[in-house]
């Protein structure tokens, strides 16, 4: 084996590590963005409870404006960590030569 080969197998390995973790951290991101979408949908959901109770201390609109703003700030999260894992991910080098 030459070295311009060994060069060439140790480039695509090391390409292929970064591509599958830039993958593990769009998961990861996902999985993210479920969680909190869950803590957001279940705290909008408590709110809607305390409006159908009469809301007697008028939190509930405070509950659903600051889940909504967590659930958008989530969105905002997940899009910057799926547009660096995929810029990572395409401009390593596939090769060194």
Known sequence: MTSAEIRLAAAGRAYQS???????????????????????T???????????????????????????GIATAAVQQFTQISTAAVQVATTFPESFG
Request: aromatic share 2%.
């Open 42 to 68: 279940t705290s909008i959901g408590v709110a809607m409870a305390l409006l159908v109770a009469g809301d007697p201390k008028g939190n509930a609109s405070k509950i659903i404006q600051a889940a909504q």
């Open 18 to 40: 970064v591509t599958q973790s830039a993958a593990i951290a769009i998961q990861d991101g996902t999985d993210y963005l479920r969680n909190v979408s869950t803590i957001s």
